[in-house]
T-cell receptor, first 115, second 116 residues
């Protein structure tokens, strides 16, 4: 069974600083995908970034980058130049080929960006 | 692109009544849709996987007779909470996928259900 672990229930970061949100995973499937979603207080789930298990390079999308360390089974999200609008819940999720495209989510990290 | 619309965004109902939530993929055909439930300050828990034209696949512990899922077309899936009770109060959110590859799931905006 696959498992996603986010050990930081809450994080604070000052505006314009970078922050790393941790995510570790466990799966026996060699082919899998890792996703990060942002959930603001309004509730919608916003897709941020994707990393495939066979991707050679770390994924980047604007201010978001994924620090993928396959041997350690970690997929940390790095947000650079934090903005007040980045304050939200952040979920790490995984999908492997054995799960028919359904996502398994971690428990989330609440990020608060301060002035 | 890849917009998923969910309706209603919030609903209040009395115990014992049924509530229907709609999930539509607006600009793509979704052969597979997923229904998640999220309790306050918790993560999303998958309830069921809905495939167009076939019966939904429910996760362990989810009562199929209580949470009726219908996926009658490639753009619409519905979740009906039957005989709702206060413990069913939760945030329900659907997602749809364009293809069974590494495409991200696109989520609706969710429905906040309160059962009084």
């Amino acid at each position: 069974a696959q498992k996603i672990t986010q050990t930081q229930p809450g994080m604070f970061v000052q505006e314009k600083e970078a922050v790393t949100l941790d995510c570790t995973y466990d799966t026996s499937d060699p082919s899998y995908g890792l996703f990060w979603y942002k959930q603001p207080s309004s509730g919608e789930m916003i897709f941020l970034i994707y990393q495939g298990s066979y991707d050679q390079q770390n994924a980047t999308e604007g201010r978001y980058s994924l620090n993928f360390q396959k041997a350690r089974k970690s997929a940390n999200l790095v947000i650079s130049a934090s903005q007040l609008g980045d304050s939200a819940m952040y979920f790490c999720a995984m999908r492997d080929t054995g799960t028919a495209s359904k996502l398994t989510f971690g428990t989330g990290t609440r990020l608060q960006v301060t002035l | 692109g890849a917009v998923v619309s969910q309706h209603p965004s919030w609903v209040i109902c009395k115990s014992g009544t049924s509530v229907k939530i709609e999930c539509r993929s607006l600009d793509f055909q979704a052969t597979t849709m997923f229904w998640y439930r999220q309790f306050p300050k918790q993560s999303l828990m998958l309830m069921a996987t809905s495939n167009e034209g076939s019966k939904a696949t429910y996760e362990q512990g989810v009562e199929k007779d209580k949470f009726l899922i219908n996926h009658a077309s490639l753009t619409l899936s519905t979740l009906t909470v039957t005989s709702a009770h206060p413990e069913d109060s939760s945030f329900y959110i659907c997602s749809a996928i364009k293809a069974l590859d590494n495409s991200p799931l696109h989520f609706g905006n969710g429905t906040r259900l309160t059962v009084t």
